[in-house]
């Protein structure tokens, strides 16, 4: 029997299509990532994988190796930390000039997102590998490589973090004479304060773990202790700093969740602004900061200097003229296009595997999944895959899925838990639960265009929650909570639902639901 068509999802057949698309262009993709799931159960595989292993047990836990760890976790803190604090100096006017936020006419600067895309598309080892020649060996080079590609990214992110509010706020204070950045500060901030917040943590955890790749250029910190213990196949060594790896992130992921929250406090009444905690925290995080520069002892003098403006000169001028003969681009093509397909194959793997590891609840055993992810660098990844399904594009894939899950899958918990919970709970009073829930309240709750793009679309995506209404029992109320995704949507239901949706036949909001959502 087939389903009345005033009851069919309007957006099936263009999703249909959508998927149709996907996967033609899909499969030479996983062809040239050489894809072969099989030899991942294969028993030989799994026998060199627990030898490897068990290399790592049991884990170094020597009086002298824990100093040297104890030094090497305050260098990688404070190597990120004074990464951070220039990448957020440098991103802060960046992502003013970038984004099209703020602006009484929407227009992009090329100039400024031109710069962006150099600053995070040269790797931080390059950025390290630059300064090494100024400075030597040691912190500062990775300081400043993390400040340069942390910074592209931040500037990236938050221009794009603000364009993606609400831009009412903002346009009606530019409406009444506020220049853009007090309209950015006082009509955007406050909405966008819990995902810059998460956004900036994350971005800190990550330089934590890229000391990893900081410690090929003798910067210090986790990533010289574990390149040298790498190199000597020391496993117990290499699993007591992995564990310490772990600790590092799992503080960070508190401090984000910590931060979350106090942003979702309501402010006290007073006459100041900022309360004793938002001063106690200031303090801290600009102690934290000038401490981490004079633990490294950092002197930015010498970049100033006409041979350090010399070195870096000649370190680029190596790279003129580049080669464009035939048979070196028809390498660069074939390694371009390998790339590629590593890069889509892991992170298609890792966001559906980041998706279901962040929907369920309780939170606890995924997210100790997640953090235990994202903590193992990707080389050390990398080697367990390469032993697993040897050497070739689809260990790299592997690796870079199993990271990049742990990645995603904290990125989507926390844009979930960010969402209006109005829909979910409008869901949860009617019980619906489990997937349904998930998939019509909280995922939907993320879209930035989650609210009804014209009245047409809204009466037909009504006509289709009005049919499954009767099957899942689900009001109209539901419904529409689900449509918006916000609570405004659903308190300002009974006032203009029949001028939005003009001609659709949708059940009357009753006092008590509305009561319930308020």
Sequence with gaps: MLLNPAYRDPAARGRLLGALSALVVLWPLLQAAEVRPGVLFDGGSLKVIGNFLAGFLPPETGAEFLAYLGKAVLETLAIATAGMALAFVLAVPLAYLASAAGREKATLNPLTRGLLTILRGIPELVWALVFVRVFGLGPAAGVLALGLTYGGMLAKVYAEILESVDPAPAAALRRNGARRPLAIVYGLLPQAAKELTSYTTYRWECAIRASVVMGFVGAGGLGQLMDQAMKMLNGGEAATILLAFMALVFAADGLSGWLRRALDTPPAARTSPFGWRSG??????????????????????????????????????????????????????????????????????????????????????????????????????????????????????????????????RLFAEAIENAPPEPAFALRLRGIGGIIMMNDSRILSTQP????????????????????????????????????GSRHAVQGAVRDIRRRVKGCRIWSFSTREIRLLQ
Excluded at 449 to 467: F, V
């Design 280 to 409: 106690v925290f200031a303090l801290a995080l600009v102690a934290a900061i000038g401490s981490s520069f004079a633990y490294l002892e950092i002197s930015f003098k010498a970049l100033l200097t006409v041979e350090a403006a010399s070195s870096i000169g000649e370190f680029f001028a190596g790279f003129f003229p580049p080669d464009l003969s035939s048979a070196w681009l028809v390498k660069v093509a074939r390694g371009a296009w390998e790339t590629l397909a590593i890069s889509v194959v892991g992170t298609l793997l890792a966001a559906a595997a980041g998706l279901l590891l962040a929907l369920p609840r309780p939170r606890a055993p995924f997210s100790f999944l997640l953090n235990t992810l994202r903590s193992v660098p990707e080389l050390v990844w990398a080697t367990l895959t390469a032993l697993a399904v040897g050497l070739g594009p689809f260990a790299g894939a592997l690796a870079l899925a199993l990271h990049t899950t742990g990645v995603l899958g």
């Design 449 to 484: 265009d989650a609210p009804l793009a014209t009245s047409r679309r809204g009466c037909e995506r009504a006509d289709y929650l009005k049919g499954e209404a009767g099957r899942r029992k689900i009001s109209s109320w539901t419904a529409l909570g689900t449509l918006y």
